[in-house]
């Protein structure tokens, strides 16, 4: 058969299939030792030509040195008449001399005296198939879901995925380039190969993560995995010395054990980028086992995450302000309240602000919910002020809001729409590490002071900056956090800094209230540190609009 056709008819039909398909299409007439495969492939391995005699020799010198032994004894097989297919993945060697995985498959075609004529095939970049990475050479991420639900089906054993990922990976593509990125993830790789010494199977995830899964395991009482990461950040730090300290980067690793008992399954590699998740928030630079109650919790937030993406969708269902009243000690009466959020959801019930409160600040969602908290509660002061002119509502503004939103431009809309006028609102803002003094910060602060908007610190003392919020920042008033509050009757300590914080803020012209006056032998003891407001449950607990206006608003001298 393979006499009738031609090697030249076999490379003008695949000039027309070369137009049809991405793959490589090759022709190796095994007796003439003649080759020819698709122009492109010529642009881009290690050939001077698409067409050319002594190809054996010329393939040869195109193959990644070790795969070359593998190369020569499949083509001998198929020249010996011992098997009738081709089909190898291999590595490549392109015009940078990088290697490149390919899947090279094919028929033999035997001529009238039944010996091997034509090899006849096309070859794919397994990296374009997306399951081998051309930067690294390892398998994907396709591959390894493969390998486990194949493990799944043939049977179980002891064993571990753990997860190795570059701490601050994008910091090294911005500051240097992509290819020193690359370079970084391949000498990773390298060093994960060299300490598994093919004994596990090993996977490019994406962005900087590298899987490792190792199993057949005897045992796995001495943590293996752990002490797998401990030897890969050794050769790490072995490899970045050897380099002279021209890149330095750290590691971190998140693992998950199976044993026989259990059945692995895709599952086990969300747990492991679980672990690792856990170990870049808790410092980086460490390693982390994947811990089931933690997991459960995490999913939990995120089930409570995407609930309050769906009230926010539907026009804020479930949320709602209540008021707590906020006392003028010079007065004796109730004076303001400040407006608190609250959400209860159709699936879990009634939420701790201590929950949804940053799940709503991590999600960005705390930027719609802020604006309609400011304008129901600009719209409920309106309504009171009223019965009370005098009366005035805190509201809580999130550092989100200041920094990744116009919460300026809503303001004003509000005041405008409301008729509201800034004594009657304050805007509290809570002291935090993500609050600082920078030029975007400072000049949204400024524009309240402009604007005459008081503007007031929560939980005074909790942060790390107070007297730099003091000096820096245009705030007309501290509210001491509730922690020193609690134990002022028996803490010296905590007597002696409120005592201390109040007089300071005096000084320098600034109204003090206390949070978290729950019992009366606190009140007795903070009146006479003379705050100029307190707050807190001996008074009242936050609650809803109706019943504060039925038993608090417009309220006389209450002591």
Request: charged residues 30%; aromatic residues 14%; glycine residues 6%.
């Amino acid at each position: 058969m393979g006499e009738h056709i031609s090697f030249e008819q076999f490379i003008n039909v695949f000039k027309i299939l070369s137009k049809s398909t991405d793959d490589y299409l090759f022709i190796l007439d095994l007796i003439e030792d003649h080759y020819n495969i698709t122009d492109r492939a010529a642009e881009i391995f290690l050939f001077d030509t698409s067409d050319f005699y002594n190809a054996s020799n010329i393939i040869k010198n195109c193959v990644y040195p070790s795969d070359r032994d593998m190369f020569n004894k499949n083509l001998e097989l198929i020249k010996n008449g011992m098997i009738t297919k081709h089909d190898l993945e291999y590595r490549w060697l392109n015009k940078n001399n990088h290697p490149i995985w390919i899947s090279s498959r094919g028929q033999i075609i035997f001529n009238d005296n039944g010996k091997a004529k034509y090899l006849v095939g096309r070859i794919s970049e397994l990296g374009r198939k997306n399951k081998i990475d051309n930067i690294t050479g390892l398998y994907r991420e396709v591959r390894l879901r493969q390998d486990i639900l194949n493990m799944d089906r043939q049977f179980s054993g002891n064993g571990f995925l753990l997860l190795i990922g570059i701490d601050n990976f994008k910091d090294i593509n911005e500051r240097y380039n992509r290819e020193i990125g690359n370079e970084t993830l391949n000498g990773l790789a390298k060093c994960i190969i060299k300490v598994t010494k093919g004994k596990a199977r090993i996977y490019r995830m994406s962005g900087d993560e590298i899987m490792i899964f190792c199993k057949n395991l005897s045992f796995i009482n001495d943590n293996p995995a752990a002490a797998m990461y401990t030897e890969i950040k050794a050769m790490v730090d072995e490899h970045i010395g050897e380099r002279y300290y021209k890149l330095f980067y750290t590691i971190s690793g998140g693992f998950v054990y199976f044993t026989e008992d259990e059945t692995i399954d895709l599952n086990f590699i969300e747990k492991a980028e679980f672990a690792l998740r856990l170990a870049k928030l808790n410092g980086k630079n460490m390693c982390i086992c994947y811990d089931e109650n933690e997991y459960n919790e995490y999913v939990y937030k995120l089930e409570i995450q995407e609930a309050l993406r769906k009230s926010v969708e539907n026009n804020f269902e479930g949320f709602t302000l209540y008021y707590q009243p906020i006392v003028n000690m010079k007065k004796a009466c109730i004076y303001g309240a400040e407006a608190l959020l609250r959400w209860k959801s159709k699936e879990f019930g009634m939420i701790s602000p201590k929950v949804f409160i940053p799940l709503l600040e991590e999600s960005g969602l705390i930027i719609p919910v802020g604006r309609w908290i400011i304008e129901e509660a600009m719209c409920k002061c309106m309504e009171w002020q009223k019965k009370c002119p005098y009366f005035r509502v805190n509201i809580n503004i999130s550092f989100v809001q200041i920094k990744k939103s116009n919460v300026i431009s809503d303001i004003d809309l509000f005041i405008e729409k409301y008729g509201i006028k800034s004594d009657n609102i304050l805007f509290e803002i809570t002291e935090s590490g993500e609050l600082d003094s920078g030029c975007t910060t400072q000049n949204i602060l400024e524009s309240f002071h402009s604007r005459s908007l008081n503007l007031a610190i929560d939980d005074f003392g909790t942060g790390y900056s107070n007297l730099r919020y003091i000096k820096e920042m245009m705030f007309n008033l501290i509210k001491i956090d509730k922690a020193f509050i609690k134990g002022i009757k028996k803490s010296h300590y905590d007597y002696v800094v409120v005592k201390q914080f109040t007089e300071l803020a005096h000084s320098l012209n600034l109204m003090v209230c206390y949070e978290g006056v729950e019992t009366e032998e606190d009140f007795k003891c903070v009146k006479e540190l003379k705050p100029d407001y307190i707050q807190g449950f001996y008074f009242s607990k936050p609650v809803p609009a109706k019943e504060f206006e039925e038993k608090y608003l417009g309220k006389e001298k209450i002591f």
